[in-house]
């Protein structure tokens, strides 16, 4: 029997800087990303441009994702599942639609506008903590090329 599959990847530019809250004994990152594409309707020659926005959360947030990359303006890819869920909100029901980020990494430049040619740059090890909301991923160094099944 074939499993279904909840995963959204998406890369965008935040809205605003991301907003980090306690939560347990953890923190928990909230913030919104936009991403646009373009299309040209069949009776138009104009290009019309469509931005679409996807609410976010990240638990347990690293310090080096909150200081250079969860800030307003900047370009991330992220990936997880999408989760539905409603609330009240003085006595009115309401419902959202939120991505649960299992990996964030950054794709192009840091917020403060150093991140060099602009084109997507992955955290490695070398420049940077896990991007992984602050759990550690397998140890795939230790793999040889021998060993991949393609």
């Known amino acids: 029997m074939a499993q279904d599959l909840n995963r959204l990847q998406?890369?965008?530019r935040l809205?605003?800087?991301a907003i980090i809250r306690q939560a347990g004994s953890g923190s928990?990152?909230?913030f919104r990303i936009a991403s646009s594409s373009s299309y040209k309707p069949k009776d138009s020659q104009e290009w019309v441009e469509k931005t679409t926005w996807q609410n976010c959360v990240l638990w347990n947030p690293t310090d080096y994702q909150i200081r250079n990359f969860l800030k307003k303006g900047a370009r991330v890819f992220v990936e997880g599942p999408i989760e539905h869920r409603e609330y009240e909100d003085g006595g009115e029901k309401k419902y959202i639609c939120e991505l649960?980020?299992?990996a964030v990494m950054?794709?192009?430049e840091l917020a403060d506008g150093n991140g060099g040619s602009g084109n997507t740059q992955r955290d490695t090890p070398s420049n940077s903590?896990?991007?992984t909301g602050g759990q550690p991923g397998?140890?795939?160094s230790a793999i040889a090329d021998d060993?991949?099944?393609i």
Do not use: C, R, T
């Open 10 to 12: 998406m890369i965008g």
């Open 129 to 131: 903590e896990p991007a």
């Open 28 to 30: 928990v990152a909230n």
């Open 147 to 149: 060993d991949l099944p």
């Open 100 to 102: 649960f980020v299992k």
């Open 138 to 140: 397998p140890d795939v």
């Open 106 to 108: 950054q794709a192009g």
């Open 15 to 17: 809205g605003s800087d």
